[in-house]
């Protein structure tokens, strides 16, 4: 897992550019598993938390090559670790994604784990989508939908907001 300090360093050229080819420069297969220490309260699953920008060419024509790896939690603790160096939703430009998803599975229909899913979705005010984003993504790692394996993941996305003339 890339430490806080790389986090931010790299977060702002993903958040801010639209035509950067910033390169995905984690395999999160090829990963270690994470530790989960002594004092750590362990989640049933490790978690990835993805960023993407949909607006770009790049995306258009290979949506995996926009996808990139923030980071990955094991424990609540690692997951509070994680957000707390995070952009909050409200800040993000239009067109970008956050997905938190079950470690091995990639945010995209095509995953093998995806391809026989559904969505559900959520239509928000700004001025409610960081809190909803946070009780969604505790609900997810905390277990509480009750469904078992059936929910992969979770996506934030933000658009434009729609006028009314």
Sequence with gaps: MPSPLRCRKIWPDLVDSDDSDVENEIDVDKLPPLEVGPNENRLQHTYCLWFSRKGTQRAATDYSKSLHVVGRCASVQQWWSLYSHLIRPTAL????????FKQGIKPMWEDPANSKGGQWVIRLRKNK??????????????EQFLVGDEICGIVLQTKYPVSCS
């Design 93 to 100: 430009k239009p067109y970008r994604e956050l997905s938190l």
């Design 129 to 142: 989508i960081e809190r909803a984003w946070e009780n969604v993504c505790m609900a997810m790692l905390g």
